[in-house]
C-alpha cells in the first residue's frame, strides 16, 4: 500500500468552475502537510501548507482531517492556468512521501 | 526562485556507463535531498544530505551513490547506469521547521 494515495483524474474542469480532491495518507504520526504544483515536464512548486484549521489562500483552500487520514484542496473560480497536475505531500519525521498526483485540466 | 541549479539537463547515457549528476545551490541550506519521478509514482528519495560530507539514504539508493564536498554542491552518481535508471531527477532543499521543499528544475535521463 503507498504512504500517499492521490486519484489521477484527470479532473476536467470548466473555467470558472470549483473543483475539489482529495489525498489519504497511511501514517498517523505524520507532521505536516502540503499541495504541490507541478506543471507538464517542470519541477514541483509549493502551493500551500495544509493546517489543522484549515487554510486558504487567494481561490485556494485546504482542509486537514487527522481522525480519517485524508488532505484536500478545493480551488474555485478555475482559471485556464491553473491546469497543473496537484502532489499531496505529508511530511513524517523529517521524510516527505509524495503521491503520484491528481491531474486537473481546465477547460475554456 | 530557490536558487537551486541542476546540470546536466538532459543526459543519454549507454547501459553500464558512470553518471554524475550535479546540484548546486545558492543560498547556503544545511539539508539537500535528491529524487526521481517516474510515471505513476509520487517523487521518491534516493538520497539526502544534512551537512558537508554529512549524508544518507533514502528508499531507493541501491545503484546511486552521493557526495557533498561544499555546502553548495550535492552530487548524485550512478556507478554503472541501467535502463530502470532513466527517471527524472530532481534535486531539492529544505527550508523551515516543517521541512517545505523547494526543487531544482530537474535532469531527464535516458539510460539505452
Redesign the interface.
Same mark, same amino acid.
Given at each position: 500500500r503507498k504512504e500517499v494515495e492521490q486519484d489521477p483524474g484527470p479532473f476536467n474542469v470548466p473555467e470558472g468552475a470549483t473543483v475539489a480532491f482529495n489525498c489519504t495518507y497511511s501514517n498517523s504520526a505524520s507532521q505536516s502537510f502540503f499541495w504541490y504544483r507541478q506543471d507538464c515536464r517542470k519541477e514541483p512548486k509549493l502551493l500551500m501548507s495544509v493546517y489543522s484549521s484549515g487554510n486558504e489562500d487567494g481561490r485556494f483552500t485546504a482542509q486537514l482531517n487527522r481522525a480519517s487520514q485524508y488532505i484536500s484542496l478545493l480551488i474555485r473560480d478555475s482559471k485556464l492556468s491553473d491546469s497543473a497536475t496537484y502532489l499531496c505531500v505529508v511530511n513524517s519525521w523529517g521524510k516527505l512521501q509524495f503521491g503520484a498526483g491528481t491531474q486537473v485540466v481546465v477547460t475554456p | 526562485d530557490a536558487g537551486i541549479t541542476q546540470s546536466p539537463r538532459h543526459k543519454v547515457t549507454e547501459t553500464g556507463t558512470p553518471v554524475t549528476l550535479r546540484c548546486h545551490q545558492t543560498e547556503n541550506h544545511r539539508y539537500m535531498y535528491w529524487?526521481r519521478q517516474d510515471p #505513476?509514482? #509520487?517523487?521518491?528519495?534516493i538520497h539526502y544530505s544534512y551537512g558537508v560530507k554529512d549524508t544518507d539514504k /533514502?528508499e531507493v539508493s541501491d545503484g546511486y551513490s552521493v557526495s557533498r564536498s561544499k555546502t553548495e554542491d550535492f552530487l548524485l552518481t550512478l556507478e554503472s547506469a541501467t535502463s530502470s535508471q532513466t527517471s527524472v531527477y530532481?534535486c531539492a532543499i529544505s527550508v523551515g521547521l516543517?521541512?517545505?521543499?523547494?526543487? /531544482?528544475? #530537474?535532469t531527464r535521463l535516458t539510460v539505452t
Open positions: - | 529524487y #505513476g509514482h #509520487g517523487l521518491r528519495l /533514502g530532481f516543517e521541512n517545505e521543499q523547494y526543487f /531544482g528544475p #530537474g
